[in-house]
């Protein structure tokens, strides 16, 4: 069971006294102490300048209630998204060249081009390949015994799913995902990532991202790498273009990260939040039938995403505080997830819940999570498999987190998990 200590506030208790850019709140996950005050005492909240938000671009709005993460999501016109979801911003070569740095009308025709990569066809196939994968991956870390859940079993089919949607060959998977999750960290200025190191990952990507949409372009095949290559982009005045190069740079790197390292903390968190609540556990062994349900408590429990932020473009209220044009506010979502305004006693885990109206995917509106069905498919395949071959599974160890910082909207994720798999 993972706990969290009382809320690091110093000689002063006022929860605004909080800096949630301290990396000391995320090593065992989220701070919900910490959540539940700011939604009590200061759900509209300036997060005060300290160091950590100086390397951030300074302070920032934190929305920690569900209805307000609703509201700003749903509102484009004021809350606007070209700076891009994390704190760090975008440079401006890259504003408006992907969906998450992008508003109406670009983002709309940019989405509507995606959406069709997702073809019925190969919806219809998703979940046969799930499976196929998924039970190759529970098979084979039951031959091991003792693995790392997080990379070899949570990680692998996200990773496989969106590579086949994607149409990236089999044996170039553990590169390029491996090179995606260093330039998307490297950022991140704790991190310390050595600049030419991450300028030789993202060199590497890119020319990846390019030989594949060449081959793409000499054999074209049912995939989302063909399409976006071959893809013909309407413009205002009813002409077409395709794709600009930079453009496809960023969709590859956004669908390798969004597709892969998301799904894979739900699962995790899934997993360990299931041992932590056997009676659950044994209800959803005994009612396959709760599995729909289980899905959505595990992604509303876990919340992979820590925020997305969204730049003021005219000055505005929320909840009566002024916010002026100019300024950033972020969208707590394990925060929302967990607000009782809207849930029943949101700190218990709970399959058979019906008040599941979580925002883990974002809080609707046009940038709601385009992977959100396919995230969903592939956490309930995964646990479907475990159910039906795993008899039982012991944590062997300490969990490890990855803690990257606000730089990153995923700033806090669950990186190993050693455990000891036995069939039934
Ligand atoms: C449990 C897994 C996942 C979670 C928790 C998650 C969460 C999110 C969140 C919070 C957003 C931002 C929504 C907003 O700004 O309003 C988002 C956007 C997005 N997600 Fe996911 N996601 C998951 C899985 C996936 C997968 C599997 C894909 C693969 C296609 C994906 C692709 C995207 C894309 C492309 C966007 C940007 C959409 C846009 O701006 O129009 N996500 N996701």
């Not at 995403?305 to 394990?334: C, K, N, Q, S």
Request: charged residues 25%; hydrophobic residues 40%.
């Amino acid at each position: 069971m993972i706990r969290h200590g009382p809320p690091r506030m110093g000689q002063d208790d006022r929860v605004t006294a909080v800096d949630l850019t301290d990396p000391g709140l995320y090593r065992t996950g989220f701070p919900h102490p910490v959540f539940d005050r700011l939604r009590a005492e200061a759900p509209v909240w300036r997060h005060p300048d300290t160091p950590g938000t100086d390397a951030l671009g300074g302070s920032f709005w934190v929305l920690s209630r569900h209805t307000d993460v609703q509201a700003v999501s749903r509102d484009p016109q004021t809350f606007s998204s070209l700076d891009g979801p994390a704190l760090l911003g975008t440079s401006p070569e890259r504003q408006s060249r992907m969906l998450v740095t992008m508003d109406p009308p670009d983002h709309v025709r940019m989405r509507r081009l995606i959406s069709a990569g997702f073809t019925p066809r190969m919806t219809a196939r998703l979940e046969e390949q799930a499976r196929e994968w998924a039970v190759a991956i529970v098979e084979g870390a039951l031959a091991r015994g003792d693995v790392d859940f997080v990379e070899e079993v949570a990680y692998q089919l996200p990773m496989h799913m969106i590579a086949d949607i994607m149409g990236i060959p089999v044996a170039d998977r553990p590169r390029i995902f491996e090179l995606a999750a260093t330039v998307i960290t490297a950022p991140d200025p704790r991190l310390g990532v050595d600049t030419s190191a991450a300028l030789d990952a993202q060199v590497e990507l890119y020319t990846y991202a390019h030989e594949l949409g060449a081959e793409k372009r000499r054999c074209p095949a049912d995939d989302v790498w063909t399409t976006l290559t071959e893809a013909a982009v309407e413009q205002p005045d009813g002409t077409t273009t395709s794709l600009e190069e930079i453009e496809l740079d960023l969709f590859f790197l956004l669908l390798t990260l969004a597709g892969s390292e998301t799904t894979r903390s739900a699962i995790t968190g899934g997993l360990v939040a299931l041992l932590d609540h056997p009676d659950q556990l044994a209800r959803l062994a005994a009612e396959p039938a709760l599995m729909s349900g289980a899905v959505d408590e595990i992604v509303r429990w876990t919340s992979p995403v820590t925020y997305f932020r969204r730049t003021v473009t005219a000055d505005t209220e929320i909840d009566g505080v002024r916010i002026p044009a100019g300024d950033r506010v972020t969208l707590w979502y394990p925060s929302a997830n967990r607000d009782d305004a809207v849930f029943t006693d949101p700190h218990r885990f709970d399959i058979t819940r019906t008040d599941s109206a979580h925002v883990a995917f974002g809080g609707g509106g046009l940038h709601y999570c385009l992977g959100a069905n396919l995230a969903k498919r592939e956490i309930r395949v995964m646990f479907e498999e475990i159910l039906a071959r795993v008899g039982s599974i012991e944590i062997t160890g300490e969990a490890e987190w990855s803690v990257q910082g606000l730089g990153n909207p995923i700033t806090t994720f669950c990186s190993h998990l050693p455990v000891r798999l036995s069939p039934r």
